[in-house]
């Protein structure tokens, strides 16, 4: 269940979680479709082994008789052997007369628990003293079957049959009776049993006994290395596949002939796949998996033709409708069910309903602009008037410091009437260029203040700069009031004309910078520079507070500075003026 969640989370989609529905929906089917298949498959092929099996074993059936007996003269022989005795002439006739009588054996005799040999027919006896398997021999008494292959000067190459002998009375291993057949006599039966398959007679450790291809050729059996004990024989056998020499694949069986001893090793001709129970072989099991993967096909198949691709054409005229062009996301299905041609009627009908409503929008907003464009015109108006009132009033004044307190007053005002008219003639009522807005405020206030014939240089850089028009306010004002105070304390330095510096920067992170640096030495307007009243300075705290900033004041050689830091508000991104371009700053020398 935990799974089902996690892979239902994972499918956010209608098409991945209706896929996952199918899936679930049809799996039980196809489980019990490949259950049944397997358990066919398993029992044909099962049938098919024991086939194999049991051919192998027929192949090699008279070789099987061969050995018995010649287990059973061996063990015959080791008893005669106990009673006529394991030497002597006697021994030896009796030995001779076994080998003349029976066609399949050429040699026959006894070997003493050292493993000599006391007793044999008149061929050389095969001493079992040298033998590697001897010492396992007397450990464990068992009858055995090994191979004598000769030399090329030598006899001919033997299977040797050997039985213990042990005392009647005390059970005690006395020694070993052996008969040898010729290995021409098992390799030629082997080779003219079945001709679609090539034999070998192996022992417990893999050694080949006997072939059908001879015992002198049977490099085709010693590179498989074939050992019985690590196939997990059992009493049928087993069947396996090997690699041929040439690359070819080919079908081993590997079946008991003499328990625990001898085995026959078969090499089918032909590949794997002649010896399936079906055309397909391994493949038939995936035919219910193919039968489950077709039914979701058809069944996805189907659900996308009749809901998804309704839903998705839906989905996209969704996301291509626009204000701008509503056509773009009218909703045109092809053949859909009557569900969804209601659910497009409506739609339709739904974005008819929004592109009225937001015309009408539209205009509402459209009206509502053009009356706060006219407040703030008329609000710059009654600003220029009080403006002009007080320029009366300072005509009238009596003595100069009253006309410089009505001057200030009346700058003030026009900063604030500078700031309307900006909002009204700009192309957005949500933001101001607040490098337009102080090029205006601070022309205006070279233009008053800064006395003719002095050779005052000025300059004026003001970077592009969109603010709010709550920080747009208290910059203006910032601005008219440190100017001014600049204007007001200008002095000559000893080297060089006087000069006034103004620095409106944009760094990263809508970081803003504005700089007012005016050079010091022989005051210029030595009448203004000694009325002072604090006023000025306490608005400058007053409007950096109001942005949110920080101010210094920076006294070197020559000059005087001062710095405002503050960090402008975030907007959203808007077109830029027609009449200006935003990314070209303003630079101006005078």
Aim: net charge negative; proline share 5%; charged share 20%.
């Amino acid at each position: 269940m935990t799974t089902f969640k996690r892979l239902w989370r994972s499918a956010t989609s209608l098409k991945a979680r209706l896929a996952l529905f199918l899936s679930l929906a049809i799996l039980p089917l196809g489980i019990i479709a490949v259950v049944q298949t397997t358990a066919v498959v398993r029992d044909a092929r099962f049938l098919e082994q024991h086939d194999i099996l049991a051919r192998t074993a027929q192949a090699a059936s008279a070789e099987q008789a061969l050995l018995r007996r010649a287990h059973g003269a061996a063990t015959a022989l080791g008893a005669a052997a106990t009673i006529i005795g394991t030497s002597g002439e006697t021994c030896a006739a009796a030995m001779e007369r076994f080998v003349e009588q029976s066609q399949a054996y050429i040699y026959a005799g006894y070997s003493s628990i050292t493993g000599d040999v006391s007793c044999a027919n008149g061929r050389e006896g095969f001493a079992l003293a040298d033998r590697a398997e001897w010492q396992d021999f007397i450990e464990r008494p068992r009858p055995m079957i090994t191979v004598e292959v000769s030399d090329e000067d030598g006899g001919p190459s033997v299977i040797v049959a050997t039985a213990p002998v042990f005392d009647p009375a005390t059970l005690a291993l006395l020694g070993a009776a052996s008969v040898a057949m010729p290995n021409s006599l098992t390799d030629t039966l082997l080779a003219s049993e079945v001709e679609d398959v090539e034999l070998a007679l192996i022992d417990d450790t893999g050694q080949v006994l006997s072939a059908s291809t001879g015992i002198t050729d049977i490099e085709i059996f010693e590179t498989l290395s074939v050992a019985p004990d690590d196939l997990g024989m059992n009493s049928r056998g087993v069947t396996f596949n090997v690699v041929a020499e040439d690359g070819t694949q080919r079908l081993a069986a590997l079946v008991p002939l003499i328990e625990d001893r001898v085995y026959v090793l078969g090499l089918w001709h032909g590949e794997v796949q002649n010896y399936s129970v079906s055309v397909f072989g391994s493949l038939t099991p995936l035919f219910p998996i193919l039968m489950w993967v077709m039914a979701f096909g058809v069944g996805f198949l189907a659900l996308n033709r009749l809901i998804l691709r309704h839903l998705k054409e839906i989905r996209r005229r969704m996301a291509a409708f626009s204000f701008e062009n509503p056509s773009a996301g009218v909703a045109n299905l092809d053949d859909p069910p009557d569900e969804f041609r209601q659910i497009a009627t409506t739609y339709n009908g739904m974005i008819k309903r929004m592109q009225a409503d937001r015309d009408e929008l539209e205009e509402n907003l459209e009206e509502k602009e053009l009356l706060l464009r006219e407040v703030h015109h008329r609000v710059k108006n009654n600003l220029q008037l009080i403006a002009s009132i007080l320029n009366m009033q300072m005509r009238a004044a009596p003595d100069s410091t009253s006309k410089w307190a009505l001057r200030r007053v009346q700058d003030r005002v026009m900063s604030l009437s500078t700031i309307h008219k900006a909002l009204y003639t700009g192309t957005s009522m949500v933001h101001v260029w607040g490098d337009k807005l102080l090029e205006e405020v601070v022309q205006a206030t070279f233009n008053v203040g800064v006395p003719q014939g002095e050779g005052i240089r000025t300059s004026l850089h003001l970077d592009p700069l969109k603010l709010d028009p709550d920080q747009a306010v208290p910059l203006a004002l910032l601005a008219n009031e440190t100017v001014t105070n600049a204007v007001k304390y200008i002095g000559r330095p000893e080297n060089g004309p006087p000069t006034l510096d103004v620095r409106l920067v944009a760094g990263a992170n809508r970081e803003v910078t504005l700089t007012v640096e005016n050079s010091t030495g022989v005051p210029i307007q030595e009448n203004l520079a000694t009325e002072s009243t604090g006023l000025g300075i306490r608005l400058v705290e007053a409007f950096v507070s109001q942005l949110g900033g920080e101010w210094e004041v920076i006294e070197r050689p020559g000059t005087f500075c001062l710095k405002m830091v503050f960090t402008a508000f975030d907007l959203a991104p808007e077109p830029a003026m027609p009449d200006a371009d935003p990314s070209v700053s303003v630079a101006k020398q005078g």
